[in-house]
């Protein structure tokens, strides 16, 4: 089901924001993006009642709250969680044990930052083509 919702983008760093920005606006997407540099700031978003996102993309490796950090703060939350928002890491960081503690934190994908522009393309767009196809709860 293609979702009308936001896109929640959320990374400190904001070249990597404009550019996850573009790609899906090339891929055809006209859904609202919201971009987030600071995982707290994002949290307060999704605890607003009104804000329903399609999909949370997520780096890692955030300063302050991590991303880890805030996906446990998204399921401790009985509002948001019951959202059932998809939480994607799209990350630098590649280490099997940070994946096996990513996963434990109930996500629901891990994806490695390419170097090259098509190669984040076609990431992404494997991302939103599952996704869009996948059944989640609607707003409600």
């Given at each position: 089901?293609?979702?009308?919702?936001?896109?929640?983008?959320?990374?400190?760093?904001?070249?990597?924001?404009?550019?996850?920005?573009?790609?899906?606006?090339?891929?055809?997407?006209?859904?609202?993006?919201?971009?987030?540099?600071?995982s707290?700031?994002?949290?307060?978003?999704?605890?607003?009642p009104?804000?329903?996102?399609?999909?949370?993309?997520c780096?890692?490796?955030?300063?302050?709250?991590?991303g880890?950090?805030?996906?446990?703060?998204?399921?401790?939350?009985?509002?948001?969680?019951?959202?059932?928002?998809?939480?994607?890491?799209?990350?630098?960081?590649?280490?099997?044990?940070?994946?096996?503690?990513?996963?434990?934190?109930?996500?629901?994908?891990?994806?490695?930052?390419?170097?090259?522009?098509?190669?984040?393309?076609?990431?992404?767009?494997g991302?939103?083509?599952?996704?869009?196809?996948?059944?989640?709860?609607?707003?409600?």
């Open positions: 089901m293609v979702s009308t919702n936001e896109i929640v983008v959320i990374d400190y760093d904001t070249d990597d924001l404009e550019m996850i920005r573009d790609i899906l606006k090339e891929l055809g997407y006209n859904n609202k993006i919201v971009c987030f540099d600071d707290s700031a994002a949290f307060d978003y999704l605890a607003e009104e804000t329903w996102p399609f999909i949370i993309i780096e890692l490796n955030m300063p302050l709250v991590s880890t950090e805030l996906r446990a703060m998204i399921l401790a939350d009985p509002v948001i969680n019951l959202k059932s928002i998809p939480f994607i890491f799209f990350t630098t960081i590649k280490s099997n044990d940070t994946v096996v503690e990513a996963y434990k934190g109930y996500i629901q994908g891990y994806f490695r930052k390419s170097k090259t522009y098509s190669d984040y393309t076609q990431t992404i767009k991302i939103m083509d599952y996704w869009t196809t996948s059944l989640t709860p609607e707003h409600g």
